[in-house]
């Protein structure tokens, strides 16, 4: 019989920096028997900054990754829910994984260039993953487009041939945030990306994700609550109670989570009472 499947593609090229819609319905994770989200469902806007906070354990990070279908890396895992970019499902499964990581990038926590490729090739590393093939002049436009979004590009534009591991902690931060850019993702996922870093760094950081905001749709998870303040538009305050698996308690606009939240536990939570 002749195979007429089918593989639907995500509308990934970005030429234009259009933004895009990132919705989660009914989310729900294991690793192995242990559940650890429950039936989360939350609309991140573009053009908007949108924070995940909570305590530790209480699946946001893990949501993050199921946001760009990394958590299905870890052998055990597993999910319920459905993940849409402008109404495509990333885990359809007429969908390319290869499509839902370009369309939906990432930053880490901790900074992880290549130590030993140049700044120039650590940003251009993700368009031989994803396909791309670019001729020299384009990569050397990608390059300047790329560490100039990430707030770069003057501190590095004369040493690009220099190792990417030689870089400050706040600058190989940038890098990954340059080489996330450089394959025109629709989405920015960061997770706390500032965590490891030194107040001056911190506040660079910052600034680029409030720079990047009107290009590309961000979600950021972060412990740091005036951070969440200083950055992000809406917030999703994440709760797991009792060994009970994590889930959103409310979420909305950033000062009205900070100032009259309508749960007394998110209120608690952001003024320090526990976390």
């Avoid at 740091?224 to 709760?239: E, K």
């Amino acid at each position: 019989m002749t195979d007429t499947t089918t593989t639907e593609a995500l509308p990934v090229d970005n030429p234009d920096h259009i933004m895009a819609t990132l919705e989660a319905r009914d989310v729900s994770a294991w690793f192995g028997e242990r559940k650890v989200l429950e039936r989360v469902s939350l609309v991140m806007q573009p053009g908007e900054v949108t924070a995940l906070i909570g305590p530790s354990g209480c699946g946001k990070s893990t949501f993050l990754r199921v946001l760009n279908r990394m958590h299905e890396l870890v052998p055990s895992a597993s999910l319920a829910g459905s993940v849409l970019v402008d109404d495509h499902d990333i885990y359809d499964s007429t969908m390319r994984i290869t499509d839902a990581r370009r369309a939906i990038g990432m930053v880490f926590q901790k900074p992880n260039p290549f130590p030993a490729m140049s700044i120039a090739d650590n940003v251009i590393a993700g368009l031989t993953l994803t396909g791309q093939s670019l001729t020299k002049s384009e990569k050397a436009t990608l390059i300047e487009e790329s560490l100039t979004m990430a707030g770069l590009w003057n501190e590095v534009k004369d040493r690009l041939g220099a190792a990417g591991g030689g870089l400050s902690g706040g600058q190989q931060q940038r890098l990954c945030i340059a080489r996330s850019l450089a394959v025109k993702p629709r989405v920015l996922l960061m997770d706390e990306p500032c965590s490891a870093l030194d107040p001056t760094s911190t506040r660079r950081i910052e600034q680029t994700i409030l720079e990047l905001k009107s290009q590309v749709t961000i979600v950021i998870v972060t412990h740091n609550m005036q951070q969440a303040q200083r950055v992000s538009d809406r917030c999703a305050f994440f709760l797991a109670e009792a060994g009970t698996p994590g889930q959103i308690v409310e979420h909305g606009f950033t000062d009205k989570m900070f100032s009259t939240p309508t749960d007394q536990r998110t209120l608690d939570y952001v003024n320090g009472r526990f976390g």
